[in-house]
């Protein structure tokens, strides 16, 4: 179903009414959940997620229009060890902060949104945070040096196709003790000289894109919605709407 010609109104009502079946007490075991490619519209879009405080694994991705006030309703999602915004376009740089009661995040995808250094800056407060990813987004050599000094924790990092990140950004994360890959394809301001210097200072950090998909094709939006799927377990454990969940 697409909604692309429904009112904005009718758009702001759809996660309301779509996403009910989240609302029931059942819903509350849910450990993982993905919804990708739905229109999430308003500042209420999340909200039927506000009461899932088992969660571990949230995706809320390829929803153009979800505006980073509706990231509000998470603040009692204390669990969350992953959560992914992949392809969320209006998201700025606030979107780490509304996460703040989630001091267990380990990995935080803003590949595709609107997000700068200071998102970078404020994903700094998430103590174990080992995997952050912001590819194709305006994050600078800023950002990236901040990463540096203050994300101890982190072992991979994505900056694919960042126009703003250069030899300096990459050179940067040299210090980072634990990091074992970094990702800077499509970076056209990186040099081959910069990657070779990198290499020479971490011989065990990969560089490039990881075992999956090429970057471009993760960001890519899914087809249209076709189904709502709940496996069939007695205990409601994960929840999968629109596309096929990824697995990183």
């Not at 009414?17 to 879009?45: N, W």
């Not at 979107?95 to 001091?103: A, D, E, F, R």
């Not at 040096?145 to 694919?160: G, N």
């Not at 950004?169 to 980072?176: E, M, P």
């Amino acid at each position: 179903a697409r909604l692309g010609a429904a009112p904005a109104k009718q758009h702001e009502r759809w996660p309301a009414i779509a996403l009910a079946p989240l609302r029931r007490p059942e819903a509350r075991s849910i450990l993982s959940l993905c919804l990708s490619g739905l229109p999430l519209v308003g500042t209420e879009a999340l909200a039927p997620l506000s009461e899932l405080g088992a969660l571990r694994s949230l995706r809320v991705e390829h929803s153009p229009s979800l505006p980073t006030p509706a990231l509000a309703r998470l603040i009692k999602l204390v669990r969350l060890e992953l959560v992914s915004f992949r392809g969320c376009a209006s998201l700025g740089d606030q979107t780490p902060g509304m996460l703040l009661s989630s001091q267990r995040l380990k990995a935080l995808h803003l590949d595709g949104t609107s997000v700068g250094d200071i998102a970078l800056l404020a994903a700094t407060i998430f103590p174990v945070l080992a995997r952050l990813h912001f590819s194709y987004t305006a994050v600078s050599d800023l950002g990236v040096t901040l990463l540096s000094k203050r994300a101890p924790a982190l072992t991979d990092v994505s900056a694919a196709g960042c126009a703003a990140v250069t030899d300096a950004g990459l050179l940067a994360l040299a210090v980072l003790p634990g990091l074992r890959r970094v990702d800077v394809s499509g970076c056209a301001r990186v040099s081959p000289s910069a990657l070779g210097l990198f290499a020479s200072k971490r011989s065990g950090c990969s560089l490039g894109p990881a075992n999956d998909p090429a970057t471009t094709a993760r960001l890519a939006p899914p087809p249209p919605i076709a189904r709502l799927a709940v496996n069939g377990s007695a205990r409601l454990t994960d929840f999968m709407m629109g596309s096929a969940a990824a697995t990183d």
